[in-house]
């Protein structure tokens, strides 16, 4: 299972590669980043819910404070011991002095019957009063606290007022923390003190305080960010910066380093070598070995043209030279020839014989030089078929006396060889028709050429038709012959397929496919 997933990530782009790279480098990073995140939140929850205790002890502390002031206005009525008149005129001046701190205050008689009252709306009936001490009641019909107290013996009763709007006063805003409900509660009975509306039960957190000694209870409703919402961004925001920061860092590898070396390939890749010069891009990356690195190849780019350059006009200088030496061979050649056929039109008999055998190898020879000559010019080798015809124009040109007019004909594919093969060939030819115009010149004879089951090779016969039986074996240079034809079929590395009685002569040679 390694080696497929070495291989598919092999095959990825050098882009996509530096992706996943710096994508897995920076993951435990952005897992670090994570776990900071989540331990912010919680530490930010729990920052949270303290301050709304905080805030939460703050609006009881305030709730308290007017609660107090009804307590210590019905606790001090108790404590003067003072009969009723005396009371009544005392609470009284009192409230001349400073109304607004202090509540409405009404005294009764054992019995319930109101006495006197400070100030404020009437208060014609009593609340019920705790013997034990002193006592704070909600009175949904006033909106009012009522605080009781009665004189140890009973003989009076006091109760003091204070109206719901002034708890409200009291709780305004204090805190700054985003405060849904605020109820104050005492046993079955419930004020409402703020309300802002509905809000999920999910997103609240509620908290209670008691009051008045365990009478009251103020119950606080304080809405919270959305737990789901806040989770998210805490999950995301390092999810997403670890995203940003590694397509970033490819983003960046991608603009200075695998762009800028792109388009340095396609100038390579388009440049086509000595021909012409290296046309670089234009590279605006800020990146300096980049640059240098360009420059490094235009600079071997225009070395290398100029090197292959002075190749070719060496290459031009020689072809130059080549073709002379082979025009200077060929004239040589050719006046080799006409020296021999000089000196044999004044021999006779064997002399003659000799003069031409030696003048028809010399014409093969320059056949030849002749068509390598060609396959210099052409560059595609030697063709057998016009060698062969060219050899046959000039045997039957210098044919001994006997075999003037010989018929030599022709059957060969068009194949070219190279010079090591029409060499041997030109010879193999030239031995073989003098032979058979020796001991058949009435006769006549075919050359063919014919392809083999391989591409690369291809059998050259020579064949006579019309020889007497047993003329090879009379003819006196028959061993001078076997030696010439079985040393050029070692040139060929091939066997030699021969025919004494008929006249044919067979062998396999090499061709360009």
Sequence with gaps: MKQPAK??????????????????AMLPLGFIALLTSLDMARSASAEQRMAVRTGMAFHATRVEMVIDRGRDAVRSARASLQPASALCASIARQVRLDRGSRPP???????????C??????????????????????????????????????????????????????IGS???LPLNRMILRQGPVDVVLVDHGETAEKDILRLSQPLAGNQLALIAEYRLAPSRARTMLVVLLPLLMWAAAAFTGWLIVNRLLLRPLSQLKQSIDSWKGGRSSLQLPRLTTPSHEIRDLAESFGAVAARIHDHEQELEDGLARQTRLTREVHHR?????????????LHARGAEGAVADAYGAIQRRVDALAVVHRNHYAELEENNGVSVRALAGELATSLRASAPAGATGMPIALNLIDVQVTQDVAVPAAFFITEVVELLMHCNPQGSVLISLQGTDRPDRANLRIETVGMAEGALDDYPGIGRFERVVTGIARQFRAPLSQDLQTGRFEIEISVRS
Excluded: Y
Excluded at 105 to 115: K, M, Q, S, V, Y
């Design 174 to 176: 204090g805190g700054g």
């Design 105 to 115: 205050l009404a005294i009764f008689d054992g019995e319930g019957r109101r006495i």
């Design 7 to 24: 291989l598919a990530f092999a095959r990825l782009s050098t882009g996509t590669k530096m992706l996943l790279i710096l994508s897995a």
């Design 117 to 170: 009252q400070s100030h404020g709306a009437p208060i014609d009936r009593i609340a019920p009063v705790d013997p034990k001490g002193d006592h704070v009641w909600l009175d949904l019909q006033r909106r009012s606290f009522r605080f009781t107290a009665a004189a140890p013996d009973r003989s009076l009763l006091f109760e003091a007022d204070i109206p719901l709007a002034e708890i409200r006063f009291a």
């Design 329 to 341: 061979v060929k004239n040589n050649l050719q006046v080799v020839s006409s020296l021999i056929n």
